[in-house]
């Protein structure tokens, strides 16, 4: 543990040395961000006074996660570097991911109250994290206070629950005037249209322009759909089948990908939802190594063009092949070797416009062993990601990488140069990714002496301390012995 939190020290100071600042707040767009996905009852349980017949047992039942709870435990989703919090649905509901909205008047009992709910976006806020909530429309609760007045606004669907008709435009003014009264009483920074693709285009467009007049905030969608006019992003379609069938397992191919990346740039990517099952699953499925399967498949979401969104329980390697086995409790009490991970690529990616909206050139593909350039006029990467069963290299041409120029590897340590021929060797062993930097060679990068000068006085104080923790423990071994 001592060895992985140095190097990722090591890593955030090599970054800081290498990358250009970040978009300034005031110019920075959808494409700048790294969304984190919850669900507010399976995050974190604060208050008891709001557990309402909880049971945490029963995956299909509220288990006591709220609003208290996301405010106790934001820093975990800002030490991660995530820029987004998309929180879920928020009203009153009859199920406990939101979805089946009671009224959207009144927040759900067991979140909080209104005061709890400005309350966490303030303390959000706070740590320049911005909150998104999602509008549930089409599996709404039987029981819904609209549904009695107004019978006729909506359809039954198989299950149950109620779909409301957006082509009406009584619908269409119902909750245009709802949701603008919402986003002018809380300072929220985005909504997510949850079945988008069911909505009419129209209302789409007419409530994004009545919400944007209040406030500029972000609307996007929540599956995969081709762009419509008023959503600032939408989900590739495609991007998860195919992310997830090339990294389930070793030796898979990665011919897919390519296309992907080319499509990927304004979208929104991921690889799992919370609409379905998880990657892990598939990893389970097929008998793989869940930690390795999702670190290649982090380096690649946060590294390639598009807006990442990552679920909650992704950094722990959550399974599930259904809901609710999907939402389960995160449990933050786990081995931080893939949160590490996950942090370093979004400090990157944080850091670098080029990773953000820069260019991309595939520069190899074949088998499982994938190589990409992200760019832009002030800086470069290499992205290497060998999803196979053996060591994979490959030889780049200076018309590539430059002349004189020095590949400089953060996650495994890896410096490659230019040989005398004037190309550059990049070799990695199996299942293994490493995001390369390119700079000017020179005999000596300060900023990674400088980052060795404080891991040598770390370490040093780490021998004081033990030395004297062991002289001590001999003193008063000695004393009870005189005893």
């Known amino acids: 543990m001592k060895a992985k939190w140095i190097g990722s020290v090591l890593i955030g100071m090599l970054a800081l040395g290498m990358v250009q600042p970040a978009a300034a707040e005031e110019t920075k767009t959808i494409e700048d961000e790294i969304i984190y996905d919850v669900l507010v009852d399976r995050y974190f349980n604060k208050s008891i006074q709001n557990d309402y017949d909880v049971n945490a047992q029963d995956p299909a039942d509220f288990s006591g996660g709220d609003f208290a709870g996301v405010v106790d435990q934001v820093l975990y989703v800002k030490e991660m570097g995530f820029t987004v919090l998309s929180i879920g649905p928020v009203f009153s509901s009859a199920t406990y991911d939101g979805q089946q909205v009671l009224d959207y008047n009144k927040f759900e009992r067991h979140f909080g109250t209104k005061e709890e709910f400005k309350t966490l976006l303030e303390e959000v806020h706070d740590q320049d994290i911005k909150v998104m909530v999602d509008v549930p429309t089409q599996n709404l609760s039987k029981d819904h206070t609209w549904a009695v007045e107004n019978p006729e606004w909506f359809e039954e669907n198989e299950d149950g629950t109620l779909a409301l008709d957006t082509a009406n435009s009584d619908v269409q003014e119902a909750l245009i005037e709802t949701f603008s009264k919402f986003v002018q009483e809380y300072e929220v920074d985005g909504l997510k249209l949850q079945n988008a693709d069911q909505l009419d285009a129209g209302f789409i467009k007419d409530f994004s322009e009545a919400i944007k007049e209040i406030r500029n905030i972000y609307l996007i969608n929540d599956v995969e759909m081709e762009p419509v006019e008023g959503l600032d992003a939408v989900v590739l379609p495609g991007a998860e089948e195919a992310l997830r069938n090339s990294y389930k397992q070793f030796d898979q191919g990665s011919s897919d990908v390519p296309a992907v990346m080319e499509e990927s740039a304004g979208h929104l990517i991921r690889v799992d939802s919370l609409l379905g099952s998880r990657f892990t699953a598939d990893i389970v499925a097929e008998r793989g190594f869940p930690p390795t399967r999702w670190r290649l498949m982090a380096t690649q979401l946060l590294t390639m063009p598009g807006i990442p969104i990552v679920q909650y329980g992704?950094?722990?390697?959550?399974?599930?092949?259904?809901?609710?086995?999907?939402?389960?409790?995160?449990?933050?009490?786990?081995?931080?070797?893939?949160?590490?991970?996950?942090?370093?690529?979004?400090?990157?990616?944080?850091?670098?416009?080029?990773?953000?909206?820069?260019?991309?050139?595939?520069?190899?593909?074949?088998?499982?062993?994938?190589?990409?350039?992200?760019?832009?006029?002030?800086?470069?990467?290499?992205?290497?990601?060998?999803?196979?069963?053996?060591?994979?290299?490959?030889?780049?041409?200076?018309?590539?990488?430059?002349?004189?120029?020095?590949?400089?590897?953060?996650?495994?340590?890896?410096?490659v140069r230019q040989e005398a021929n004037g190309e550059y060797r990049i070799s990695l062993e199996r299942e293994l990714a490493e995001t390369y930097h390119v700079t000017d060679e020179t005999g000596f990068n300060k900023a990674y002496i400088a980052a060795l000068a404080v891991l040598y006085i770390v370490f040093m104080i780490f021998l004081w301390v033990v030395w004297r923790k062991g002289k001590q423990r001999k003193a008063d071994e000695a004393a009870k012995n005189k005893e």
Request: charged share 25%.
């Open 314 to 415: 992704t950094e722990t390697a959550m399974n599930g092949e259904a809901l609710p086995e999907s939402h389960q409790i995160l449990n933050m009490a786990v081995d931080e070797e893939l949160i590490d991970h996950i942090t370093n690529l979004t400090t990157l990616r944080n850091s670098s416009a080029a990773l953000r909206t820069g260019d991309t050139e595939v520069l190899h593909e074949e088998d499982g062993w994938l190589v990409y350039k992200r760019f832009n006029d002030e800086e470069s990467w290499i992205v290497a990601i060998n999803n196979t069963s053996s060591t994979q290299s490959v030889t780049l041409p200076a018309d590539i990488i430059g002349s004189d120029k020095e590949l400089q590897g953060l996650f495994e340590s890896d410096r």
